[in-house]
């Protein structure tokens, strides 16, 4: 547990710097850091929180004002620290040890895992009763240059890797979420995780009163300062 706590407690040098420069200082880690795989020091400190913690997803809150939380959570990121964590956990759970050797390239890979939600209700379905986040399915993830950022003055700094709809894949290693209402998963390199990437998730359909006309739905996480200070 010592190594834990050890991690833990970096974050303390935020109480007595700027706390700009702090958020700063973590952002400018969390990207270095994301050209290599976990070093095997990473690794073992991930599985003893798995084994001795209680490690969650990392929610990502849909866009607020600054320095204030917004509530509603837009999904959830997995980065590959928080991935073996929550591996190692699931294993605990079912009784099982868990040790480096235990862990798939996959799991380390320098990506991070973004789980993507739509939540009640659109234009063009409004009735919470009735509602299906799966039907139409038509969900797309903006990236850089789409006109869906210049639209709403939002960042997009990469795209995806890839993207996909097996929400199965958060089982695989212990990520599941509450929710029912995850509709995309997608891969982005871990960059992304810094306050000047937004995550836009939309729809977009033919507006009924003018067919040249495009209607659109659109959601919108950003990471926090505070975020950075917490996660690896």
Request: aromatic share 10%; charged share 25%.
């Amino acid at each position: 547990m010592t190594s834990i706590l050890r991690a833990l407690r970096r974050t303390g040098i935020c109480r007595v710097v700027a706390p700009a420069a702090c958020a700063l200082s973590f952002a400018t880690l969390l990207v270095a850091r994301a050209a290599d795989t976990l070093t095997p020091r990473d690794i073992d400190e991930a599985i003893e929180w798995g084994m001795y913690g209680n490690p969650a997803p990392y929610l990502l809150h849909y866009i607020g004002r600054p320095e204030k939380v917004n509530p509603v959570i837009l999904g959830a990121i997995y980065t590959p620290f928080l991935r073996v964590a929550l591996a190692a956990k699931a294993a605990r759970e079912a009784g099982r040890g868990f040790t480096r050797s235990d862990v798939p390239p996959t799991l380390i890979d320098p990506v991070a895992y973004i789980a993507f939600r739509w939540y009640c209700c659109d234009h063009d379905r409004p009735d919470p009763e009735s509602f299906d986040p799966f039907r139409p399915f038509d969900y797309k993830l903006a990236v850089p240059g789409d006109k869906v950022l210049r639209a709403w003055g939002l960042r997009a700094t990469a795209a995806p890797l890839w993207i996909g709809r097996d929400v199965s894949l958060l089982a695989s290693f212990g990520g599941e979420l509450t929710y029912r209402d995850v509709v995309l998963i997608a891969a982005y390199p871990m960059s992304v995780l810094s306050t000047g990437h937004d995550f836009v998730i939309y729809r977009e359909w033919p507006s009924p009163s003018d067919p040249r006309a495009m209607n659109r739905e659109v959601r919108v996480g950003r990471v926090t300062r505070q975020d950075l200070t917490r996660w690896r």
